[in-house]
């Protein structure tokens, strides 16, 4: 059983416009969390994160939005850049987990020059 | 600077053989982490340690084992390697304490049981 999805296994943007990533949980105690990139051959680096008191952390051209209520959070890239295209993942936490995270399977962003 | 490092970065062994994967990390972090990833599973906690002589089974445990020694090094030991277990292990590192889990991830190893 899932506790956290992403439904799209990839997604195609043209370059300059938005890239919209989404994320559904179903475990209610999860109360951070976090977004990860990744390139072939490389490992997962942190992009972005956000606290379950928050609905809406920005940094750069990320934002991340979430909305408790619906258990989905979603991963807004503004503009798009090609450098983008990688594999996203969404990740979850709570403080009684003893800070494992649960990951999403991933969706493949690849930016259309 | 700090990072974290696997080795081998590709590895590829025969059903039955004992098998580890090595992970040091100059961050001094208390809390390391074991990872692999397949297909349509996005990454599967493995095992994992909150400090040295502490470890702890995750979700794929099975298969697997991990000794904590000293705080730079969470190696994996594959004790008799199965075909089921060819994919890509990832070892992570975070800081202790608070809720922001950050994990800094090192990059990989794929091992390819035959």
């Known amino acids: 059983d899932q506790q956290v999805k992403q439904n799209s296994p990839s997604l195609s943007v043209q370059e300059g416009r938005i890239s919209i990533l989404n994320c559904d949980y179903t475990?209610?105690?999860?109360?951070?969390f976090l977004w990860y990139k990744k390139y072939p051959a490389e490992g997962p680096t942190f992009l972005i994160s956000?606290?379950?008191?928050?609905d809406k952390n920005e940094d750069g051209r990320f934002t991340v939005f979430l909305n408790k209520s619906a258990k989905h959070l979603s991963l807004h890239i503004v503009p798009s850049q090609p450098g983008d295209s990688a594999v996203y993942f969404c990740?979850?936490?709570?403080?009684?987990?003893?800070?494992?995270?649960?990951f999403g399977s991933g969706t493949q962003l690849t930016v259309l020059p | 600077d700090a990072e974290i490092t696997q080795s081998p970065r590709h590895k590829i062994t025969e059903t039955g053989r004992q098998v580890t994967l090595a992970c040091h990390q100059t961050?001094?972090?208390?809390?390391m982490f074991w990872y692999r990833q397949d297909l349509g599973h996005g990454l599967r906690l493995i095992h994992y340690?909150?400090?040295?002589?502490?470890?702890n089974k995750g979700e794929v445990s099975d298969g697997y084992s991990v000794s904590r020694s000293n705080t730079e090094d969470l190696p994996l030991t594959l004790e008799s390697a199965a075909s089921s277990q060819t994919s890509v292990y990832f070892c992570?590192?975070?800081?202790?304490?608070?809720?922001?889990?950050?994990?800094?991830f090192g990059p990989g190893t794929r091992l390819t049981v035959l």
């Open positions: 992570a590192s975070s800081a202790s304490g608070g809720p922001a889990s950050t994990q800094y």
């Open positions: 475990n209610s105690m999860f109360d951070y």
């Open positions: 956000i606290s379950s008191i928050k």
């Open positions: 990740a979850a936490t709570y403080s009684g987990s003893a800070r494992q995270l649960t």
């Open positions: 961050w001094n972090h208390n809390n």
């Open positions: 340690s909150y400090g040295v002589q502490d470890t």
